[in-house]
C-alpha cells in the first residue's frame, strides 16, 4: 500500500529559514494533514488543531505530537487509560515545555499503549491498515509515518520507540540515558524509562534532537569529511538473531554489505556471555520498578486496568529486593562488558525486531532486540529503507556507546543513506 | 525549651504486637498530639484526622506524615507552592501507596519548602520556635520531633532530609539512590531527588526502612554480636568543617571520643580532591535539571514563584550541555573515588551541617556537609543525642558505602546510644 511521502524536519527547517515557508503555513500543512488522514490511522488521542504558532525559536512552524503518556497544561492526558480519562494536568512535562521554548507547536497528543506498556490502543499502520504500528508509542511513529506531522516524542522502557519506528518505517531514536528529560511523564520503570523521537529520516530526528537540547548532534558528514572506513561497524551475533524471520535475517545481511559498499569497516562480532545475562535481568527490573511506580494505579483504579497489566505488576510486585539488587548487579556487569565491547567496535547492527509489523491489531510485536540497549542506556536508534516483499519496513537497528550520541547519530545517517539505496 | 517526648515507632509496633495497644488507640493518640501541637508548630500544610486506620499489615496503627511534596490521592497536594493551591492528583505517590499497602495511615501532608528549595515555610522549630527548623522537609522532622508522629516521610536533593533532622534532633535516614521509590514526587532534580525518612530514633527509622521496603535493614546488634572494633570509623576532614560553628566543631570532637569509648576503630581521614570537586558539581547538576524540570513551572506561574527559585531556575535553564557533562564526569569519578574511600573506612563522621538551628524562618540553613553525599547517592543519616548548651540539637551525619544501607543502620544505632549517654 502506497503512503503518503512523509514530512522532512530538516527541509522544513531549511526551507523556513530560507524565507520559502513561514511557521503558519508549516503548521497549517500539518492540521490539514492530520485532518485527511487521522480518521483512519487513529493516531491522535487528541488533536489541538488551534495550538498557538510560534514564529520565534529555531523549531517555529515546526509541529510536533507528543505521546499520551506525557503531561500538557492545554491538552487532557490519558495515559491511554481510561483511569485517566479527562485527567488535565497543571503543568507540561518537562521536554513538552522545552519544545515549546523551541518555539515548537505542539499539534497534539499522539495514541500510547495503556499506561506505555502492551495493551494495544487502535492506531493502525500507515503501510498496511491491518497491520500494527507497533507500540507503546504507536500514534507518534504513524503519525510521521503517515505524513501528518514532522516530528513526536515518544518513550522507550522495553522497545517502544525503535520497534514501532522500524514497523512503521521512519526513524526512531532513543537517545542515551537522561539525554532528554522525562520529568511529567507518567513513569512505568523510572530506572528504564527513557524520552526518545521520531521523524522522517535520520537527519531529520538529528536535527531535532539538536534543537531540543542545545547539544552538538546534528549529522556534519562533510566537516571534516566522514572516512567510513574509520567506523568499526558489527553485525551482533546475540542468539536472538535465531529468532527472527527469514525476511529479517536476509535484511540484516544485506545491511551489512550495503555498509561494506558504502565504505564501512565491517565485520561481526558474538554477544559476551554478560550481556545475555544482563537481557534478563530487564525484565526483573521493569516489572518491580513497575509494581512499585504504577502500584498506586492497581490500588485505586483496578476495575480500569487490563488484566495484563494487572498481572504484570502484581508479578512485579512479589519480585524480592534481593531479586531486584541481583538483578541490578547484572545491569550494572552488563554496562561493564558493554564498555569494553565498544572498545572493540563502533555500532552494532542488529534487527530492530524480529520482523516487519505483525499482522492484526492484538499485540504490538516483540521486543527482543531492544530491552537490552534499554537496560544499558547506550544510544539505539532505528535505520529505515529496507523493506520486506509486500513493501512492509524492515527495521535496523544501530546502537554505540553510552554518551556517542552524536557518532551514532552520524553514521546511521549515512547507513540510511546506503539503505535506500 | 522542653518538648514533649517523641514517639517511637519501633516501641509503638512492639506495643501493638504485644496486645497492648490496637491501631485505632495508636493513632488517636497522633490525632490528640497534632490537634494539641500543630497550631504553634505548623507541621502539617494539611490534616487527615479522619484517615482510615488499617488493621492489617505491619505498619497498622503507625500514622505517617507526607511531606507534601508527594501526590496523595486523598488529600491536597500543593508542593508548597501557592501555584498549586488545591491541586489533587489521581493516584497516590509510590511511596504512599507502599506505605499503605503496608498498613499505615496517612495522617496529612507536612509542610515542604516551595517545591522542595530554599524559600521557607511557616514551620517552626520545636526546641525554640523562634529557630528554623531547617527545610526542605520542614514539617516532616517538626512534626516527630514535636512528638506528633512516629514517622514522617521526606526528600532530600541538596540536604533536605539531613538538615532538618539535624536542627529538630530527630534520626532522619537518606538511603541509598533509589532505594525508596520517587514515582509521583514533584521532582526538582531527578538524578538527585531521593526519598528518606524521619522517626524519634536510629532505630525507629531503620525498622520503618525494613517494613516499607521488605529489606532487612532492622539493627540487630545481637545476632551476631556487634563488635564495634571491627568498624571503621573516620572523622571525615573536608575543608567545609572549616566552617563549622566552635559548637558543633567540639560537638564532632566529642562524638569520635564517644564513639571510641563504645569500642570502634576510630580515626581521620582526608577529603579525596575527586570528591571536592564532586561536591562543586553538584549545583550545576542540580540548576540544571532544575531549570528542566521546573522549566514548566516558571512558563506557567512564574508570578507565583520566589524570587529566588525564579533566579535559580534562569540560571539552571543558561546552564550549557557541556557544563552539565563536565558536572556529570565529576559526579562519575566521585562515585569512583568514593568507593575507593570506603575501601579504607566502613563509616564516615561530619557535622550534619554547620551548627544548630539558625535563629529566624528566613532561611532554612545551609547543605554544605550534605550536597556531597546526595551527589554520590551513598546513605547517610543525622544521629541525634548531642546539643548545644542552649539545647539546641547538634546533628552529627554518618555515611556508608553505596548499597550499605544496613551496616549504616546498625551502627548509627549504636553510635546514637553513646551520643545519648
Not at 530526528?205 to 567510513?228: C, S
Request: hydrophobic share 45%; glycine share 10%; net charge neutral.
Amino acid at each position: 500500500m502506497n503512503i503518503n511521502r512523509m514530512m522532512s524536519l530538516a527541509a522544513l527547517v531549511k526551507a523556513r529559514d530560507a524565507g520559502k515557508a513561514t511557521p503558519e503555513l508549516m503548521v497549517a500543512l500539518c492540521r490539514d494533514a492530520i485532518g485527511r488522514k487521522d480518521p483512519r490511522i487513529k493516531a491522535f488521542a487528541h488533536r489541538d488543531l488551534d495550538a498557538t504558532i510560534r514564529t520565534e525559536g529555531p523549531l517555529a512552524g515546526i509541529a510536533i505530537g507528543i505521546k499520551d503518556i506525557f503531561d500538557t497544561f492545554d491538552q487532557p492526558t490519558s495515559y491511554g487509560s481510561p483511569a485517566y480519562r479527562d485527567h488535565r494536568p497543571r503543568v507540561d512535562a518537562a521536554i513538552v515545555d522545552l519544545a515549546r521554548r523551541q518555539g515548537a507547536t505542539i499539534i497534539g497528543k499522539t495514541v500510547t499503549t495503556e499506561l506505555a506498556f502492551i495493551h494495544p490502543a487502535e492506531t493502525v499502520n500507515p503501510h498496511n491498515h491491518a497491520h500494527t504500528p507497533g507500540g507503546s508509542s504507536s500514534g507518534s511513529a504513524a503519525a510521521v509515518a503517515a505524513g501528518m506531522i514532522p516530528a513526536a516524542i515518544g518513550t522507550q522502557t522495553g522497545g517502544s520507540v525503535i520497534r514501532p519506528a522500524a514497523f512503521c518505517g521512519v526513524a526512531g531514536f532513543k537517545p542515551s540515558f537522561r539525554l532528554l528529560p522525562t520529568s511529567g511523564m507518567k513513569h512505568f520503570a523510572p530506572s528504564l524509562d527513557t524520552a526518545g523521537l521520531f521523524a522522517a529520516g535520520i537527519e531529520d530526528v538529528a536535527v531535532l534532537t539538536a534543537l531540543l537540547t542545545g547539544r552538538d548532534l546534528a549529522p556534519r558528514p562533510d566537516e571534516p569529511p566522514l572516512d567510513p572506513s574509520t567506523i568499526r561497524v558489527a553485525l551482533y551475533r546475540c542468539a536472538q538473531l535465531a529468532d527472527a524471520d527469514p525476511d529479517m535475517r536476509q535484511a540484516l545481511a544485506k545491511a551489512a554489505d550495503l555498509a561494506a559498499d558504502a565504505g564501512f569497516d565491517v565485520g561481526e562480532i558474538g554477544e559476551p556471555e554478560a550481556l545475555a545475562v544482563a537481557r534478563e535481568a530487564h525484565l526483573v527490573i521493569q516489572d518491580h520498578e513497575a509494581g512499585l511506580a504504577c502500584g498506586p494505579d492497581l490500588a485505586r483504579s483496578r476495575d480500569a486496568l487490563s488484566p495484563v497489566l494487572i498481572e504484570t505488576l502484581e508479578r512485579g510486585q512479589a519480585i524480592t529486593p534481593s531479586q531486584y539488587d541481583e538483578a541490578r548487579k547484572h545491569a550494572k556487569r552488563g554496562r561493564s562488558a558493554a564498555r569494553a565491547l565498544f572498545g572493540e567496535v563502533d555500532i552494532l547492527l542488529t534487527p530492530s525486531a524480529p520482523g516487519a509489523a505483525p499482522r492484526g491489531l492484538t499485540t504490538t510485536g516483540d521486543p527482543r532486540f531492544n530491552r537490552l540497549w534499554t537496560l544499558l542506556g547506550t544510544p539505539a536508534i532505528n535505520i529505515p529503507g529496507l523493506a520486506d516483499e509486500a513493501g512492509l519496513p524492515l527495521g535496523i537497528q544501530a546502537v554505540a556507546r553510552f554518551g556517542r550520541d552524536q557518532a551514532l547519530l552520524t553514521a546511521a545517517a549515512r547507513l540510511e543513506a546506503a539503505f535506500r539505496g
